[in-house]
């Protein structure tokens, strides 16, 4: 498979470098600095509304914002000439699977995609992800970059199965909610390996991206275009169900419908595990979160953070469902918490509940 930054001109290297460095102070500069104004400005705020009223007067804020907005358009547009500079070359391979397949590509063109998924631009990707098959390859590239290079590898999705993950060296079966272009999912294979693993995701291009990069690796999976509120899978089929980066993007019924259907999954003993983001506690950050969510076209973060989702497991006949903070740096799942951060971060947190043996 070609790796696209194998391929960059030194133009277009330096144009990503220019972004990343870019974001990069905006998170370790310019935000410590932002938080450095707001607490001149008195007394922490006791709500994430009250905070949030102050943190849009503040004299940096405008320039902060605008950074943030700015730096994810110019990123999409460098990434996006870059894969449409090799259109042809990156969508031949997509079919150019070599030898025998390992895994599965199962593709619906009769899957219904809902509005709240095609109605927005989601991190402000022009087209979105299921546009295109080009747009998946813009959306693998740009994810590099979103998270800081700290990623490359899928170092947080391997950190996550290594240590938020159950051993289970039996497990028949595990499923992954929302893959993507399998950066979540082909880590499961290293973890179960006697297992049947399955992707599940609304968007084509990004499946059939995943299927080409998981034969390359020689990797078994079954990539499946469909609904991970109603998967079609059989009930009590499953050892694990997961998924990663997804339940905040979908409103809060749909969030619900999802936990339903992933208890619906699991075998008794199961365990469901969500790598996502969670309310720090601290209004001034959390309101950051909120404002980051808007700017990056991702409105339904407000839903998630307000949802009960612990109630929704208990009530979905799960048990034992808790949030624990996941520190993407090194340690992955970190019950201490998140620790002391000048820069601005996600919230990651791994939400996890189990189906009762009876």
Request: hydrophobic share 40%.
């Amino acid at each position: 498979m070609i790796d696209i930054e194998d391929q960059l001109t030194l133009d277009e290297r330096s144009s990503i470098d220019f972004i990343l460095t870019l974001r990069k102070r905006w998170s370790d500069t310019v935000y410590p600095a932002l938080a450095e104004e707001y607490a001149a400005t008195g007394p922490a705020a006791g709500t994430v509304e009250a905070a949030t009223g102050r943190l849009r007067e503040l004299s940096l804020y405008p320039w902060y914002s605008h950074l943030e907005r700015v730096q994810q358009k110019m990123l999409w547009k460098t990434v996006g000439e870059a894969v449409v500079n090799r259109a042809e070359e990156l969508r031949g391979q997509l079919d150019d699977i070599q030898g025998a397949p390992r895994g599965r590509l199962e593709l619906d063109p009769g899957v219904e995609l809902p509005g709240w998924y095609t109605d927005y631009d989601i991190h402000i990707q022009p087209g979105g992800f299921d546009s295109d098959d080009l747009s998946a390859y813009v959306y693998e590239l740009g994810a590099r970059i979103v998270m800081l290079r700290d990623n490359d590898g899928y170092k947080f999705h391997r950190l996550f199965t290594e240590t938020a993950l159950p051993e289970v060296p039996g497990a028949t079966r595990v499923l992954d909610i929302g893959c993507g272009f399998g950066k979540s999912t082909r880590p499961l294979t290293a973890r179960y390996p006697g297992a049947e693993v399955i992707g599940i995701d609304f968007a084509a291009p990004g499946l059939r991206l995943a299927h080409a990069e998981a034969e390359a690796d020689g990797a078994a999976i079954t990539y499946r275009q469909g609904d991970g509120r109603a998967t079609g899978v059989e009930d009590a089929s499953c050892d694990i169900v997961t998924g990663t980066m997804v339940l905040h993007e979908m409103p809060a019924e749909a969030v619900r419908e999802t936990v339903v259907e992933a208890a619906r999954l699991l075998k008794p003993g199961g365990t469901m595990s969500f790598l996502e983001f969670n309310p720090t506690g601290d209004p001034f950050r959390d309101a950051t979160i909120h404002e980051h969510a808007e700017r990056n076209n991702e409105p339904f973060f407000r839903d998630l953070f307000a949802t009960d989702l612990v109630g929704i497991c208990a009530r979905a006949g799960l048990t034992g469902a808790h949030w624990t903070p996941f520190d993407e740096r090194r340690a992955g799942r970190s019950p201490e918490g998140w620790g002391e951060r000048r820069e601005w971060h996600f919230p990651w947190a791994v939400l996890t509940a189990t189906k009762p043996e009876n």
